[in-house]
């Protein structure tokens, strides 16, 4: 069984521009997470989804950030207009159940210059 | 709200000797803990879980966790480390029963000195 998918595993782009970052959950997951480690610090929740809805986008930073999960398979992360402070590493999570365990996906490193 | 501490950024330990990666957490609602795993150019793993019963949790390498509500700790030990083991440690816990999302520590970056 294949785990979770992350595309790209880097990405470098000027501050700015904009940036769309994939996830795809392990098939049959219908929770998926997306997370976020700025370097040095810890890694931050930023939403949830049950499908292709919305549970919980709590931890979203601001309005210049947009996840979406169309037909509740893959899911989408973009970040427009990209800056500075938006570098780090995005990381995606799995569950069969809210409450089981998450599988995470190797994540993907973003640098904003 | 929930936070974890993880006190130790970086642990340099030789080979075959034992260790022990802090964890210490805040909530005011029953949690869950987690340690995971990251080892280099992977995704995070989990390594073991604390949701109820013994308070003393193992993985199957070797690691094993035991849960201090007094001391609202979780610290992971292994006694005897390998090269393998290299790699960066989180500690994260989850609200009991119900919440969706893991509050992260900053991380243990384990490096293993032959």
């Known amino acids: 069984e294949a785990g979770v998918t992350q595309f790209p595993s880097h990405s470098v782009i000027e501050k700015g521009q904009t940036v769309t970052l994939r996830c795809d959950p392990i098939?049959?997951?219908?929770?998926l997470y997306w997370y976020r480690r700025v370097m040095g610090k810890e890694i931050k929740f930023l939403l949830h989804?049950?499908?292709?809805?919305?549970?919980?986008e709590s931890g979203m930073p601001n309005n210049r950030f947009l996840a979406e999960r169309t037909g509740g398979t893959y899911s989408t992360l973009k970040v427009q207009p990209a800056e500075l402070e938006d570098s780090g590493v995005y990381f995606c999570?799995?569950?069969?159940?809210?409450?089981?365990?998450?599988?995470f996906g190797p994540g993907t490193r973003l640098t904003v210059t | 709200a929930q936070s974890v501490t993880q006190l130790d950024s970086q642990v340099p330990v030789f080979e075959e000797a034992p260790v022990e990666l802090r964890c210490n957490y805040s909530?005011?609602?029953?949690?869950?803990l987690f340690w995971y795993v990251q080892y280099p150019n992977q995704g995070l793993q989990l390594l073991l879980k604390y949701l109820s019963g013994s308070t003393l949790v193992e993985s199957i390498n070797g690691f094993e966790a035991e849960f201090n509500k007094s001391q609202t700790s979780f610290h992971l030990r292994k006694p005897s480390v390998h090269i393998s083991d290299t790699a960066e440690y989180f500690c994260?816990?989850?609200?009991?029963?119900?919440?969706?999302?893991?509050?992260f520590g900053t991380g243990t970056s384990l490096t293993v000195i032959p």
């Open positions: 994260a816990v989850r609200r009991a029963n119900t919440g969706n999302q893991f509050y």
């Open positions: 989804f049950v499908k292709e809805s919305k549970q919980d």
């Open positions: 999570a799995s569950s069969q159940e809210e409450l089981y365990e998450q599988y």
């Open positions: 909530s005011s609602v029953s949690v869950y």
């Open positions: 098939s049959g997951h219908d929770n």
